[in-house]
T-cell receptor
């Protein structure tokens, strides 16, 4: 059972356009929702994160919108640039049985920004 | 470089051989996580340490897998009697717990190919 569903699987956006990636979750016990960016051959790097008591968070060109009642959240990349071409993962943090914090990841979205 | 480091970066082995990977977390980070990432998928949680204590193991971690974190610093992940299905990227992440804002920082990963 996939706990975090991410769409679309791939996305092509023109330079300067808006990239939108969506995620939905099932477990209401999740308490933290980060987005990671991954380039080929590299580990994931934290991009931006949000807690469920906040509906929107913006950092530069990146914005997370969060809808707690719908159990959905999305990443918006404004003024998309070729350097943004990467794979993006949404994730949700769940509490492990010893107060740890394992991340549950979506399957990823491969973004290509054409120049 | 003060980020998470992993060695080796690549490992090719024959089915049935044992392999060991090493992760050096960011200094002062007391939490260390291992994840596995297969092609086209997001990382999947394997196990987690707080200091030297292994506090949770995913059911993905079969008996052939063992992880240690002696002295609460670096960690090793050993796979015994490797199988072709073990081929994946093995990612290590570390964090310093700060309540709800815990951020996991990932290393570059070790890519394993089992022939």
């Amino acid at each position: 059972q996939q706990q975090v569903k991410q769409s679309p699987q791939s996305l092509i956006v023109q330079k300067g356009g808006i990239s939108i990636i969506n995620c939905a979750y099932e477990n209401t016990a999740f308490d933290y929702f980060p987005w990671y960016q991954q380039f080929p051959g590299k580990g994931p790097a934290l991009l931006i994160a949000i807690r469920p008591d906040v509906s929107e968070k913006k950092e530069g060109r990146f914005t997370i919108s969060f809808n707690k009642s719908a159990k959905q959240f999305s990443l918006h990349i404004m003024d998309s640039q070729p350097g943004d071409s990467a794979t993006y993962f949404c994730a949700a943090r769940r509490r492990t049985n010893q107060a740890g914090t394992a991340l549950i990841f979506g399957k990823g979205t491969t973004l290509s920004v054409s120049s | 470089d003060t980020g998470v480091s992993q060695n080796p970066r690549h490992k090719i082995t024959k089915r049935g051989q044992n392999v060991t990977f090493r992760c050096d977390p960011i200094s002062e980070h007391n939490r260390l996580y291992w994840y596995r990432q297969t092609l086209g998928q997001g990382p999947e949680f394997l196990t987690y340490f707080q200091n030297e204590a292994q506090l949770e193991k995913s059911r993905l971690l079969s008996d052939r897998f063992s992880a240690e974190r002696p002295k609460g610093s670096f960690s090793t992940l050993e796979i015994q009697r490797t199988e072709q299905g073990d081929s994946a990227m093995y990612l290590c992440a570390s964090s310093s717990y700060r309540g709800a804002q815990e951020t996991q920082y990932f290393g570059p990963g070790t890519r394993l190919l089992v022939l």
